[in-house]
T-cell receptor
Framework: QKEVEQDPGPLSVPEGAIVSLNCTYS??????FMWYRQYSRKGPELLMY????GNKEDGRFTAQVDKSSKYISLFIRDSQPSDSATYLC??????????????FGRGTQLTVWP | DTEVTQTPKHLVMGMTNKKSLKCEQH?????MYWYKQKAKKPPELMFV???????INESVPSRFSPECPNSSLLNLHLHALQPEDSALYLC????????????????FGPGTRLLVL
C-alpha cells in the first residue's frame, strides 16, 4: 500500500462548479499537509498548507484535514478554466529519517471547461 | 518573494556529454532539494542539502552529482546520462529542515526539461 493515495482522475467539470479533490494516507505520523498546483510542463506551485486537523480557507480554496480518518481534501469554489491543472497533495512527518521528505500523491488532473 | 529560479529551461544532451543544472533562491532558505519528475508522476526526491551539507541522497546513480556552493545556489552536474534519465528536474527550497509550521513547506522552481539522446 502506498503511503499517500490520490485518485489521478481525470476530472472534468464545467466553469463555476465546486471541485473536491481528496487524498488518503496511512502514516499516522503525518502532521503537515500541502496542496500544490502544477500546470503542464511547469513546476509545482504551493496552494495551501495546513497543520494537523481542521480547515483553512484562502479565497476560492478550502483545505480540510481529518486526521482521525487520515483523509485530506481541497475544495475549489466557482472553478475557472485557469484552474485546469494537476493538483498534488503532499505531506510530511518531520521525524527522524522522514525529515526533509515530502510524500506526494499521484496528482489529480483537473479540466474546467467554459 | 517566494521565487526559485532554474537554468536552463530546456536541455538536450548526448550520453557522453557533461552538463550542469543550476538553481538559485534568495529567500534565505537553508534547505534545498533536487527532484526528478516523469510525465504523469509526482516528483521523486533525489538529494537534500541542509546548511550547504548533503543531508539526503536517495541512492541516486553517481552520474548525477549535486553541489551546493553557497546558501543560495544549488547545482546538479550530469555526466554519461542514459535516455531513461530524460525528465523534468525540479529544484525546491524550504526555510530549514527543522523549522516548524509553514517553514516546513517547500517552494519549487519551474524546472529544467532534460532530454538525453
Amino acid at each position: 500500500q502506498k503511503e499517500v493515495e490520490q485518485d489521478p482522475g481525470p476530472l472534468s467539470v464545467p466553469e463555476g462548479a465546486i471541485v473536491s479533490l481528496n487524498c488518503t494516507y496511512s502514516n499516522s505520523a503525518f502532521q503537515y499537509f500541502m496542496w500544490y498546483r502544477q500546470y503542464s510542463r511547469k513546476g509545482p506551485e504551493l496552494l495551501m498548507y495546513t497543520y494537523s486537523s481542521g480547515n483553512k480557507e484562502d479565497g476560492r480554496f478550502t483545505a480540510q484535514v481529518d486526521k482521525s480518518s487520515k483523509y485530506i481534501s481541497l475544495f475549489i469554489r466557482d472553478s475557472q478554466p485557469s484552474d485546469s491543472a494537476t493538483y498534488l497533495c503532499a505531506m510530511s512527518a518531520k521525524r527522524g529519517s522522514t525529515l526533509g521528505r515530502l510524500y506526494f500523491g499521484r496528482g489529480t488532473q483537473l479540466t474546467v471547461w467554459p | 518573494d517566494t521565487e526559485v529560479t532554474q537554468t536552463p529551461k530546456h536541455l538536450v544532451m548526448g550520453m557522453t556529454n557533461k552538463k550542469s543544472l543550476k538553481c538559485e533562491q534568495h529567500m534565505g532558505h537553508r534547505a534545498m532539494y533536487w527532484y526528478k519528475q516523469k510525465a504523469k508522476k509526482p516528483p521523486e526526491l533525489m538529494f537534500v542539502y541542509s546548511y550547504e551539507k548533503l543531508s539526503i541522497n536517495e541512492s541516486v546513480p553517481s552520474r548525477f552529482s549535486p553541489e551546493c556552493p553557497n546558501s543560495s545556489l544549488l547545482n546538479l552536474h550530469l555526466h554519461a546520462l542514459q535516455p531513461e534519465d530524460s525528465a523534468l528536474y525540479l529544484c525546491a527550497s524550504s526555510q530549514d529542515l527543522s523549522a516548524a509550521g509553514e517553514g516546513e513547506t517547500q517552494y519549487f522552481g519551474p524546472g529544467t526539461r532534460l532530454l538525453v539522446l
